[in-house]
């Protein structure tokens, strides 16, 4: 894999790792089956689905890539975790869905498509790199003027430590160990400082809250753990 792409082995391996039990609902990651459907409501709450041509970076086994597809967009998604993307397509037979899975970096397809879609989804996806800000960057450039890009992350806080890590991971087994590192949290005034440096103006910053108790997930007013956040792509000035 070429050393200038902006990936961690480690963290593609671990993903590997679980690539087989990706769309098992009561597995390894149960939480992003559950947060699905609130990530794609609000997806679809600022932007038309119907026909777009959309971009899932970072899209791991495709929960969210068939979601977007079923509500009607044309649904590229990229990922670097090959073993991923094969449970991807081979899920693909069983839910009769179509999507674009391709094995690349947001990068690597920024410089080939810029410009192209009208909507690109980044989840769960900036804590696990080297380099957010250019993960970032490509997104904005691969948006048309006036495209939606939706992030979510999870904040760099105490209170995101002790629930998204020690909870999550060590207590509740919600997550494998080592899944998170707290060092690679975003806070919302990093990310929202480094979509603006990439024509990014931000539209909403909503918390994303998980109850693995009852595994009931909504939006709401608090960013102090996971949350997301939606932008739009500057248009040019004459």
């Known amino acids: 894999m070429p ?12 993903f590997n790792a679980l690539a087989a039990r990706w ?3 009561e597995g390894e990651l149960r939480p992003l089956h559950d947060l699905n459907p609130v990530r794609t409501d609000y997806v679809a709450r600022y932007a038309e689905l119907e026909g777009i041509r959309a971009l899932d970076v970072g ?17 590229t998604a990229i990922d670097l975790a090959d073993k991923a993307l094969a449970v991807a397509r081979l899920h693909l037979h069983e839910s009769g869905l179509e999507v674009d899975y391709r094995q690349l970096s947001a990068e690597e397809l920024a410089d080939a498509e810029g410009g192209r879609y009208r909507l690109v989804t980044c989840m769960e996806m900036l804590e696990h790199v080297p380099d957010p800000e250019s993960t970032i960057g490509a997104c904005g450039r691969l948006l048309e003027p006036g495209g939606l890009l939706v992030v979510s992350t999870i904040n760099r806080t105490a209170r995101a430590f002790a629930l998204a890590i020690v909870g999550a991971e060590y ?14 949290f975003i806070r919302p005034s990093e990310l929202v400082r480094a979509a603006r440096k990439n024509e990014l ?3 909403d910053l909503s918390g994303l809250e998980y109850d693995p108790f009852s595994r009931r997930a909504r939006l709401s007013e608090g960013v102090a753990v996971n949350y997301i956040a939606a932008f739009e792509k500057r248009h040019a000035e004459p």
Do not use: F
């Open 23 to 25: 769309w098992d609902p």
């Open 59 to 75: 899209c791991g086994g495709g929960l969210l890539s068939e979601a977007l597809a079923a509500r009607g967009a044309e649904v």
């Open 3 to 14: 050393a200038e792409r902006n990936v961690d082995e480690g963290e593609v391996g671990r």
């Open 201 to 203: 103006e931000l539209i």
């Open 171 to 184: 207590l509740l087994g919600l997550l494998p160990r080592g899944t998170h590192e707290y060092a690679k």
